[in-house]
């Protein structure tokens, strides 16, 4: 049996209870109640909030929409038939033309005296006019300098002078656990402060630039909005929420302050932003294909398409290469290859480290100016290949050369066409038309060669193969069969 121990208070406490009841008296339970405990540690965020919330405006925005009202069914068939219209119809015409006023409703922040403001580019995307309100009540109308849709950021000025500045802090600091608070006006309610942690520092949600992630409550309205630190500091602008509802679920994003402060700049001075590319298509890299391409570790981009004539094709960079670094920097994910050719400067010469055949080699690269969309000006299509009696079965797959002419409409200097596909290299996803490029690292430079290789094969062993499909390169990586 288990021994318990009460300590004296208890035992006199219990005693004088069963004495108290035995005589026929109630005792209040509050006289047992456990002494109140003082909760301490949480932030007080009144001062903090008396000192940042002057800089955070609303911004309300107007678009102009022409409406033309069309003519009724009736009235376009009795026109037609008759070659009239009918009576008023005229009139009607002439009152078809309508100016509809869609109205938004964001937040945004001041961040020098003179009126500069950022803002969310969704939040003034396709408005006419842009009006700010501060806290003061006064209302000015901002002047869209400019804005960028592959970060969400806007920059706005208003005429003022010793205007209330928020300072801005550096997002690249912030760790995970942080308290954070949002200012905005979800909803249309001006001023609404909603405090929290950060949740990641860094989270890639497929977008240009990775997200801050709170667990401060953010609503439609607060995009634009400040995230502000415990120092006063905004460190990122309150953009997107994770929501199955439309409303706040627990998640909310903000793009980092340091990125969208460069994209301010730039702005400011030209407008618009001018960003790097190299001219490549990029895709990630699963652990097995590393495995088979015996890579360090799972990290780095697999580049699918060179373009004729790009930046990296002067540089030597080719399909099947997988970049390792850029400028120095480790690449593990499609977007941040993308952040990190979109941030150099253009004209200058960038280092590209990539694994190509079992060895890494380090080329240089000057991006060019990104057209418009950011994405790749063409792409080569590949053409559906003859079949040939010439073929042979290997893997699972019969295959017969290139000529001259598909190599060219490729651009590819070798390789092998699939002609026809079963068993494991259906159940792999390889079918007719694929063309073979490399097999373990080794060039396929004819049909002949590629039977070679397959009789060199270590059954035990992965193998890789390097694969063109509607200009597009990619790695599969199967076990081959013992039959």
């Keep these: 049996m288990q021994e318990f121990t009460l300590n004296p208070i208890k035992k006199l406490t219990l005693a004088t209870f069963f004495a108290l009841s035995a005589l026929g008296m109630s005792v209040p339970k509050q006289a047992f109640a456990a002494p109140p405990v003082a909760v301490s540690g949480l932030p007080d965020l009144t001062g903090l909030v008396e000192q940042v919330a002057p800089a955070v405006v609303n911004i309300r925005t107007v678009e102009k929409i022409q409406i033309r009202r069309g003519l009724s069914e009736f009235d376009d068939y009795f026109f037609r038939f008759f070659g009239m219209p009918v009576p008023g119809m005229q009139q009607r015409q002439r009152q078809e033309p309508e100016e509809q006023v869609r109205q938004g409703m964001g937040s945004g922040f001041i961040i020098s005296e003179d009126g500069y403001i950022l803002t969310n580019h969704h939040v003034i995307n396709g408005a006419d006019e842009v009006f700010v309100r501060l806290t003061d009540k006064r209302e000015f109308t901002a002047k869209v300098i400019g804005s960028d849709k592959r970060t969400d950021v806007a920059l706005l000025k208003i005429n003022g ?6 300072k801005t802090g550096h997002s690249a600091d912030i760790k995970a656990g942080q308290w954070v608070l949002a200012i905005g006006s979800p909803f249309k309610l001006d001023n609404t402060v909603t405090a929290g942690i950060i949740s990641a520092t860094a989270r890639d949600t497929g977008d240009y630039l990775p997200l801050i992630q709170t667990d401060v409550a ?17 460190i990122g602008i309150n953009s997107q929420i994770f929501s199955r509802s439309g409303g706040y679920m627990g998640i909310s994003f903000a793009v980092p302050i340091d990125e969208a402060l460069q994209v301010a700049d730039q702005l400011k001075k030209t407008g618009k932003v001018k960003r790097g590319q190299i001219g490549v298509h990029i895709s990630e890299i699963n652990e097995e294909t590393a495995e088979a391409m015996n890579l360090p570790d799972s990290k780095g981009i697999l580049v699918a398409h060179v373009e004729s004539g790009s930046p990296a094709e002067k540089a030597g960079i080719e399909a099947g290469d997988v970049i390792l670094k850029y400028n120095g920097h480790a690449v593990e994910k499609a977007s941040e290859m993308s952040r990190l050719v ?5 004209g200058t010469t960038a280092s590209v480290t990539v694994w190509r055949k079992g060895a890494t080699h380090t080329l240089s690269v000057r991006p060019k100016v990104m057209d418009s969309d950011g994405k790749a000006d063409k792409k080569v299509s590949a053409k559906a290949a003859k079949d040939s009696n010439r073929s042979e079965k290997v893997l699972g797959l019969t295959v017969d050369e290139l000529d001259a002419d598909q190599k060219k409409s490729l651009g590819v200097k070798h390789g092998v066409v699939i002609t026809s596909t079963k068993n494991r290299a259906q159940a792999i996803g390889l079918r007719k038309g694929d063309v073979i490029v490399r097999m373990n690292n080794v060039d396929v430079t004819s049909v002949d060669a590629f039977q070679q290789a397959v009789g060199a094969l270590d059954k035990r062993k992965m193998v890789l193969l390097m694969v063109l499909r509607n200009g597009m390169v990619n790695y599969v990586a199967f076990q081959p069969s013992s039959d």
């Excluded at 953010?218 to 905004?234: K, T």
């Excluded at 979109?342 to 253009?346: F, K, R």
Aim: charged share 5%; hydrophobic share 30%; aromatic share 0%.
């Design 342 to 346: 979109g941030e150099t400067p253009v």
């Design 218 to 234: 953010v609503n439609p309205g607060n995009s634009g909005g400040p995230l502000i630190n415990m120092n006063g500091e905004a």
């Design 161 to 166: 002078s010793n205007l209330p500045v928020l």
